[in-house]
């Protein structure tokens, strides 16, 4: 039995899920970091449902059957339960589609290929549900086999849509232990200017996620790439001070 599936079957709730779906005439899919870590035999403890269809419907139907609270958020199209120490989250499948002189969104009720299209990393944008399996349309297991960031589609365009996500290419590279791949590289460094809309409060989830992680030495990243001269420039006057002393063969930043 492969990992994937030896994961999703310890936990009942995909059960529950597939079921109710299938009751509503829906597809719904486990999607985005709790496939990717089933492959990788990560823990996580934090579940993604697509629905093509109504993911509060769905939601609170599975509760129901759980016997759990469901707690709404109609503004968003999103719902989330909690069972056994798990945070599931169910959201409808969403299209994005953009006017050329705006970067806001327009939304729209999609399917699970509209869904994928608009995530940020390949291996994030894998699906998963019992009867159809994995769902991967852009080779999310192939670059988890080459320990590979990579952006889906256009890398450029996946940027504009969230600046935050060039700095989460190299949170993940240091989480995982992976390399970013260069088209994705090269549009960090055309567009890490950018970084200056997402708030500080963003930023520093990132942040500490990358410094607790097992390569905080990827701070370098930031700074080579160019994104720390922009959210914190007192960084990169570090790396370009020397200590001046014999005892001593680094910068401050180093």
């Known amino acids: 039995m492969s990992t994937i599936t030896q994961g999703f079957l310890d936990h009942k709730i995909f059960s529950i899920v597939s079921e109710t779906a299938a009751e509503q005439g829906v597809r719904a899919f486990v999607i985005g970091g709790y496939v990717r ?6 823990p996580s403890k934090d579940i993604d449902i697509v629905v093509e269809g109504s993911g509060i419907e769905l939601a609170e139907a599975v509760g129901a059957k759980v016997r759990s609270n ?9 719902a989330m339960l909690r069972y056994r120490g798990i945070e599931v989250e169910f959201v409808g499948a969403r299209k994005e589609s953009y006017r050329r002189d705006s970067r ?21 944008a894998m699906a998963y549900n019992h009867r159809e399996g994995l769902v ?21 365009d ?9 700095f989460r290419a190299v949170r993940f590279a240091a989480q995982l232990g992976f390399e970013i791949e260069n088209e994705t590289k090269s549009a960090i460094q055309k567009l890490a200017p950018t970084i200056s809309k997402v708030s500080a409060e963003r930023i520093q989830v990132e942040l500490v996620k990358l410094l607790t992680s097992d390569h905080p030495e990827m701070m ?16 990169d ?14 910068s401050v930043g180093e």
């Open 136 to 156: 991967d349309a852009f080779d999310g297991i192939g670059d988890l086999k080459r320990k590979t960031i990579k952006c889906v589609g256009c890398a450029l």
């Open 70 to 78: 469901v707690s709404v958020f109609r503004n968003f199209g999103t």
């Open 220 to 235: 370098r990243t930031l700074y080579e790439l160019g994104l720390t001269a922009v959210f914190m420039p007192e960084f």
């Open 237 to 250: 006057e570090m790396m370009n001070t020397s200590q001046q002393s014999k005892h001593h063969i680094y």
């Open 104 to 124: 806001k969104p327009i939304v729209e009720d999609g399917t699970l290929e509209d869904d994928q299209l608009r995530r940020d990393f390949t291996i994030n």
């Open 37 to 42: 870590d089933c492959f990788l035999g990560r």
């Open 158 to 166: 996946r940027f504009l849509e969230d600046a935050l996500r060039m």
